[in-house]
């Protein structure tokens, strides 16, 4: 099955060459140069980055892509992301392609290794969600020798995270990438633009917190108890699971949020952080 883009043309460019300039000034932009590519498995287990549009949080991603890019470009990723439709438990593609304006990327067949217990196969929950998709074109921009392993997550249990972790926990060949976006905030509760940048960070930084800890449920327990508009948490919390006992520590490289770059009706946090 060759799985379409969604949000080609929107979140990103729709041609080839102007999304491969448009990758390189997210470079530019954020870690101020184009990374060389370094190949094969490096320290790094895992990143976090943001899945807005390229134009609002492109830069802030670009910054775990460099870290990948100089650890060690594997030949392998697993991709977790929300389904912001809420579809599905915990979703798996276990074969086919990803079209994107650089290119096909081709699923790991080593997918259906991992589709087993509260993991299911369920390539409908994949078709209109952006959240692993919008990470593809970074990952080809920087080589094109890598397959990958898709997987999103509607509403899944505390007991199916931590089931969905423990299976995932498996994997030694991969490095995984975790898409999120931090907090979403309505523009019009705040009476200035500096409140509501202060308000989003000081949200964020308490779940940045527990990343950094490495700590998949104590990340789920201090959203739910601050009320963070982070909607990838449970993708979030389901890699750390993954890692927990393998990862020795977490770096927060960069965090800014859509104001930073434009005020709008809505601003959202972004970050990108590297464990290892």
């Not at 530019?28 to 895992?46: H, N, Q, Y």
């Not at 969905?164 to 994997?171: D, F, H, M, P």
């Not at 990343?211 to 389901?238: F, P, R, S, Y």
């Amino acid at each position: 099955m060759l799985r379409k883009p969604v949000v080609a043309g929107t979140f990103y460019e729709r041609d080839r060459e102007l999304l491969a300039e448009e990758i390189k000034q997210c470079f530019l932009k954020g870690v101020g140069k184009i990374p060389e590519v370094k190949k094969g498995r490096g320290k790094i287990k895992g990143v976090v980055v943001p899945h807005a549009g390229y134009y609002y949080s492109g830069y802030v991603a670009s910054y775990a892509y460099n870290e990948i890019a100089k650890d060690g470009f594997p030949d392998k990723f697993i991709i977790i992301g929300p389904n912001h439709a809420g579809y599905g438990g915990v979703s798996i593609m276990i074969d086919g392609e990803w079209e994107t304006p650089l290119g096909n990327v081709t699923i790991s067949e080593d997918a259906k290794k991992y589709c087993r217990g509260v993991i299911k196969d369920n390539k409908y929950a994949h078709q209109i969600e952006h959240s692993i998709e919008v990470q593809l074109p970074f990952l080809q921009f920087l080589s094109n020798d890598f397959k990958f392993i898709p997987i999103c997550l509607g509403y899944p249990t505390l007991d199916d995270i931590k089931e969905a972790g423990k299976i995932l926990s498996e994997v030694e060949d991969a490095v995984f990438i975790a898409s999120t976006d931090f907090s979403h905030l309505d523009a019009f509760a705040f009476s200035t633009p500096e409140e509501i940048k202060k308000y989003a960070e000081e949200k964020d930084m308490m779940a940045i917190k527990e990343i950094l800890k490495i700590d998949g449920i104590g990340l789920l327990k201090k959203v739910m108890e601050h009320n963070i508009t982070m909607c990838g948490h449970m993708a979030v919390a389901t890699m750390l699971e993954a890692l927990k006992g393998k990862a020795s520590k977490a770096r927060l490289l960069k965090y800014a949020t859509s104001y930073d770059v434009e005020p709008g009706i809505k601003c959202v946090g972004y970050a990108s952080i590297v464990i290892e």
